[in-house]
Each structure stands twice: as C-alpha cells, then as structure tokens.
C-alpha cells in the first residue's frame, strides 16, 4: 500500500465514521482501488475527487426524478493491519519466520492477508475487469495488470504486476484482493454512476453550473498540486458477487470544512497545503474555496478574490476568527 498520510485532508473531507456491517454485493458492482496495486498516485487523490462529485451531483439526480447514488466506503474495521493484502493468489509475499526464498509463504497466508478489506473469487472467469471511463459500456471492459511496485520505496510489500485472467498456460488468477477502504457502487446505482462519468448525462451544482467529469475519464500525467493534470482513475467492474463490510455509506456532499490558513497574530501557521490536495484530486474548481462574513481574511483578495463569500468545499480562517466567532458566523448559505 502507498504511503498515503499526505492524503489525509482529502479523506477528512469525504470520510466520517459509522458502524460497520456486511453487505453481499452482485456481479456488476463498480470498485473504485485505494491501493498502489490497481491505482497509482493520481488515481488514489482523484478518487476522492471522483467521489465528491457524484456526491455533488445527487440533489440534482433527485431533483429531476432520478436515485441518488449510494458510495460504500468499504473498510473493515476490525482488520489488523493497514498493509497486509496480497493482490492475488499468483502474487508471493514476502519471506519471515522460517520461510526462505526458496520456500516461500503461500499467497494465502494469514499473516500477509489480515489487512484485506474483501476479496472476490471465480475459478471460471475474471473476478474483476476494468472499465472504459469513456465509454461504460461493459463491452469495453478490459483484462486487468497490476501495477509492478517493486523497487518503489514508497510501497511495502511489494509486488511485480500480474494479469488478472484466466489461463490454461500462466497459473490462473482466482482470488482478487482489496484493501486501503476502497469505494464501491452497488450494480443498481452504477448505471447513473456511469452515466455521469462519461458524460451522457450532465447534472448541475447547487449554483446550475455543469459538474465537469471530464478530467477523470482520459488518462494523463498528474502532478501534485497541478489544476492542469490528468485525474483519471481506474474502476473496477465486479463480475462475481462478493462479501464486503459497509463502514460508511453516504450520499451528499459531507459539510464544508473550516481551513485554519493564516495566523495574523504570530505567523505561526503554514498554510497553501488543501489547495494542493484539492487540484490534485481535480476539485480546484471555481467556488470551491471562500471566506465567510466576518472573516479576518475575507478582504485578502489573494485568498478570497471573491470577498465576504464561503466556498463550497472549505473557507479560509485566521487564528484570530477562532476567537472572534467567524466560525459560526451564518450568510445566506
């Protein structure tokens, strides 16, 4: 799994805790990867972009007589490590205890798997395909490689990359491993979910402007920081039914968060990192962030060129509005 600590504000914007419980989900369910095996590092921070955005687009969907779309964040909660999933059965981990290189644990060893959050299963075809985000279309669904990670010193374990099939020549991948709390759309919902992506169908934000998907469906170079790179992340379509814990299920954007930015007493705070996090998981849009009224910052037109006006992700906030209540300072929004 990637070291993803620095994506620690983008989780805090969509992820809240719940308890969890065990849903069976049918063949046709979409799963969007949170770990290095099936999604490199733009594909992780999209994501969180990805998800905000069908989030965004709900009160529109119910709007026009359409469901709102349900995201399960499926982490296990009672796992008993963070890292510790091996990809599939072709994958070896690696070697501890009186295991040698030569004789290796197998891939199922509980030690190396106490950190899946579920796995899927099919001894006939592949558990799992990739899907076109340009398309949708289950016809385009392609055989999924793993990401080679080894050499990353980012990553541990690491594991060379494996093509997900079924073969009568290689040993046949029968066993597909998640971990790192990856997202899922139930088959019911992924239908509108595609549509969405692709562009088929466009809804519009709480303001009527369009909700723009297009950075998330052609892959490109990503940047940190960059509002300019690509946000494409891979899907998985579930071909089987599987078991998976539901830790949290949401389907509205979560509430605005409040930035603490700058410190006009003693300059102690270091600011300029969400709007970062943001660009890279393709949210830097126009609105996204603001200044509330009666906020310290509010006339800081580098910060807030728009003025006394909250944003629609997170505003600004100096230290001194800790104590001079811009926190619970209402507008009209």
């Not at 066993?175 to 595609?194: E, K, R, T």
Request: charged share 10%; glycine share 10%.
């Amino acid at each position: 799994m990637r070291n993803l600590r620095l994506l620690g504000p983008l989780a805090i914007l969509i992820l809240a805790s719940s308890s969890a419980f065990a849903v069976t989900y049918p063949g046709g369910s979409l799963i969007i990867p949170m770990q290095s095996a099936y999604q490199d590092y733009c594909g992780i921070a999209s994501a969180y972009g990805l998800v905000y955005k069908v989030l965004q687009a709900n009160d529109w969907l119910s709007t026009n007589g359409m469901s709102r779309i349900t995201v399960h964040w499926a982490y296990k909660a009672t796992k008993g490590s963070p890292n510790r999933c091996v990809p599939t059965n072709r994958n070896v981990p690696p070697v501890y205890g009186s295991y040698t290189t030569a004789n290796p644990p197998p891939w199922n060893d509980p030690v190396w798997n106490d950190g899946c959050d579920f796995r899927l299963t099919d001894t006939t075809s592949p558990a799992v395909k990739l899907i076109s985000n340009l398309s949708g279309a289950s016809a385009s669904d392609t055989i999924i490689t793993t990401i080679n990670t080894v050499g990353d010193a980012t990553v541990y374990p690491n594991y060379p990359a494996v093509t997900i099939a079924i073969t009568p020549v290689l040993k046949s991948v029968t066993s597909v491993g998640y971990m790192g709390g990856p997202f899922i759309i139930n088959a019911s919902d992924a239908p509108i979910f595609l549509q969405l992506l692709t562009g088929t169908l466009v809804a519009n934000d709480a303001s009527g402007a369009a909700i723009d998907f297009g950075p998330y469906r052609t892959p490109a170079t990503c940047s940190f920081g960059s509002a300019t790179s690509g946000h494409h992340v891979n899907i998985h379509r579930a071909q089987t039914s599987f078991n998976g814990d539901d830790n949290t299920n949401f389907n509205a954007p979560p509430p605005r968060v409040a930035l603490l930015e700058t410190d006009s007493l003693d300059g102690y705070v270091t600011g300029g990192i969400l709007p970062q996090y943001l660009a890279s998981a393709g949210l830097s849009f126009p609105g996204a962030f603001g200044c509330p009224v009666g906020s310290v910052n509010a006339s800081n037109t580098t910060l807030c060129p728009s003025g006394a006006t909250s944003g629609v992700i997170f505003d600004y906030l100096d230290v001194q509005d800790l104590a001079n209540g811009a926190l619970s300072n209402l507008d009209t929004s």
